[in-house]
């Protein structure tokens, strides 16, 4: 793929849904589980990308994010969005169905969660077989971002969705402050 992020003020790339959602490699016609789904920052691309046969399910815990969500669907005309408030802390949590779903997306999620191997592991009980996840969350050095400490290293990414059976297959770039690694359920 040709280079193609995005600059910002300082010179550095910065976190480009946009770009991103070209790396994951959906098609027309997918469902798309969106773990921690916040404002729709992929929820909106992910959507475009599966079109009108496919569906993008969006979770969060904060019921009012949906709001922000549904404004920006309305406005370029998605109608392809569920929303779930819920938990992924939790073994169905996401309230989705056993091998439902053909991606997973956990976006600066896992860095908030309590039981990070968990939402893996909900991520692999929802995915079909030979489904994908990719998982972006913050680079350990970045100046922005939540507190160092709280930060989850790809290593340990990268160990956690092995250990839940997941497969790994590449990295991508998601910017300078963040990292971008994608997985095959096996």
Request: no cysteine; net charge positive.
């Given at each position: 793929m040709e280079q193609d992020n995005i600059l910002n003020k300082n010179g550095k790339s910065f976190l480009e849904p946009e770009l991103i959602v070209r790396y994951f490699?959906?098609?027309?016609?997918?469902?798309?589980?969106d773990f921690g789904a916040g404002h729709g920052y992929f929820t909106i691309p992910m959507a475009r990308a599966v079109g009108g046969?496919?569906?993008?399910?969006?979770?969060?815990?904060?019921?009012?994010?949906?709001?922000?969500?549904r404004d920006r669907a309305k406005l370029e005309h998605l109608l392809n969005i569920e929303f779930i408030w819920t938990d992924i802390d939790?073994?169905?949590?996401?309230?989705?169905?056993?091998?439902?779903?053909?991606?997973?997306?956990?976006?600066?999620t896992l860095f908030q969660s309590e039981h990070?191997?968990?939402?893996?592991?909900?991520?692999?009980?929802?995915?079909?077989?030979?489904?994908?996840?990719?998982?972006?969350e913050w680079v350990e050095l970045s100046d922005l971002g939540p507190v160092k400490?709280?930060?989850?290293?790809?290593?340990?990414?990268?160990?956690?969705?092995?250990?839940?059976?997941?497969?790994?297959?590449?990295?991508?770039s998601a910017g300078n402050y963040h990292y971008g690694l994608l997985f095959i359920k096996k």
């Open positions: 490699g959906l098609e027309k016609g997918d469902y798309v589980a046969d496919g569906k993008v399910y969006a979770l969060d815990i904060q019921k009012s994010v949906f709001d922000i969500i939790f073994l169905k949590g996401s309230k989705l169905k056993d091998k439902f779903v053909d991606f997973v997306l956990i976006a600066n990070q191997e968990t939402v893996l592991q909900e991520a692999y009980r929802v995915l079909r077989e030979k489904g994908r996840m990719a998982i972006i400490n709280s930060r989850v290293k790809k290593e340990k990414a990268r160990k956690f969705a092995e250990n839940s059976g997941f497969e790994f297959d590449r990295e991508f």
